[in-house]
């Protein structure tokens, strides 16, 4: 009869506890985008309708914008291109969430979660999701909007005025800075040590 003790479980880290963390984060980065967005566009109206609401004077204030570029206003006119590559960018970070690997590794799965809720957010709003129409200029008065609502606006009088954004590009910035941290941590550091003699 044979005694010996069964053979360990299989572990389940980088399995299904690797996808929920994944589908969990992203999910939730994409709603808060999208639920802020509607907050202030339902309170703010399109960009110049109503008064900004400042925050803090000269820093920091609340104000609507459509961006039919890329993160912080970059290649305007371009939207459907940048549509075709978050589509392709989405395949692509599913593919690599769908190796073990990736999976196992808790940091660079919160990376690419953040940049997959940015990307959901922002790809939302190019294919006129949340069905807005132009207000102006007369020419493209009552077109389908296809541009990202954008809605942060942060400034120092005299030193920057950055773009006006949205969360989705936080989410965006702050998973690319976390893969970059994770791809640093996985280069290996060469030895500082001579070669022995033989």
Known sequence: MD???PPPAPSTRG????WGWYLGL???AAVIDLVTKA???ARLGMPGEQAP???VPGMLTFETNLNEGALFGMGQGMGMVFAAVSCAAIAGILWMVSRHE???DRWLLTALALITGGIIGNLWDRLGIPALRWHAPPERLGAPVLA???WIHFKLDGV???PIFNLADTWLVIGAGVLLLVTWRATPVPSAEPPRQH
Request: zero cysteines.
């Open 3 to 5: 005694i010996s003790p």
């Open 15 to 18: 399995g299904a506890g690797g």
């Open 26 to 28: 992203a999910l939730a």
């Open 39 to 41: 907050v202030l566009f």
């Open 53 to 55: 609401i400042v925050l």
């Open 102 to 104: 990736t999976r196992a």
């Open 148 to 150: 990202v609502r954008d």
């Open 160 to 162: 920057i005025d950055w």
